[in-house]
Structure formats: structure tokens, C-alpha cells
């Protein structure tokens, strides 16, 4: 942006200067070039938009009812609305930072990560880990990206506990 503003300066100082060296019947003929540099933002929908490139975010596992135990997992659609903004080819990435979701209070069952999956508008759910996976891509410009999660649940092996996780989701040029 400071090189775009000094050339355009330049331009407008050296333009009148070189037509009166060269008189009145002369013209003189400025190029001025700038280069629009890569942004990218993503924010959750309804924040103050910002230039931030990653989101954190906690998510704690409610108790299943009998219906969850009867479908064999928890399902929360629209958890989180992420909004992503690209001048440029873009993908969202997300992981977790824990390695699992926690440990049933009296400490027998620790809650595997792979029972947790992901999804984003109305897509197919897919398992993370502690590595990046793509979430959504897209092209220039913004879009809304609805996350749902969704929490498998066996009603012969459960046990209550603190279970959760903190995702983060970072976009990045393709």
C-alpha cells in the first residue's frame, strides 16, 4: 500500500515538472502499476469482521438422552456459523489441540477422538484428529460456512464424564 501511495505521488510530482521542461506542445505519457496483496479473514458469524486467519473454539459434550443413545450418537447442527472472506483461492482447515475428549469422572473410559465428527453445510460428517483436514474451499469472495458436530454414543459402554474438545479453524490460500 506505501509503494502504491508513493509511486501515485511521484506520478503527480513528476508530471507537471516534465511538461514545462518539455514545453507546450509536448505530452508525457505515466504508467502506474500496484499489486493487490493476498487477505484472507475468518471470523464467527455475527463478530466484528477483523483480519484474523484462525478461530478457536471449545465445544463440551452434552449428556445423551435416550434418544441419542437410540440413534448411536449426539448431533448438534449449527454449533458454530463461520464466516470466511478470500481474495484469493481459499481453504478452511480444522483440528483439535487435545488427543482425545476427556476422561469419565471415576477415570475407567477416556473418550476417544475419533468418535467426534465434523461436517459443514449439511456435507458428510468426517472424523478429525490432531493434524489439519480440510473442512471447505472455495473461490474469491465470502461465504457462511454452518459447522454441525456429531458425537458417537454406545449406551452398553458409556460412562458419564467431562467430555470435550477445542477445535481450531485456520483458512489458508489453496
Known sequence: MKRCLVTLILAILLVPVSALAAGPSSSAVVHVSWTVLPFQSLT?????????????????????DASDFAAGFIEDDGVLVLNAASNIPW????????????????????????????????????SISTSDQVLASGTRGAYLLSVDYKVKVNEGTYKDGDYGLTLVYTITGK
Not at 464467527?44 to 445423551?64: E, F, H, L, Q
Not at 480444522?94 to 473410559?109: A, F, K
Request: glycine share 10%.
Open 44 to 64: 464467527i458469524d455475527g463478530s466484528v469482521a477483523g483480519t484474523n486467519t484462525s478461530i478457536t473454539n471449545r465445544y463440551d459434550v452434552r449428556k445423551p
Open 91 to 126: 481453504a478452511v482447515k480444522v483440528h483439535s489441540i487435545e488427543s482425545d475428549m476427556g476422561t469419565s469422572y471415576n477415570g475407567s473410559y477416556i473418550k476417544p477422538l475419533s468418535d467426534f465428527m465434523v461436517r459443514v453445510n449439511g456435507g458428510s460428517f468426517f
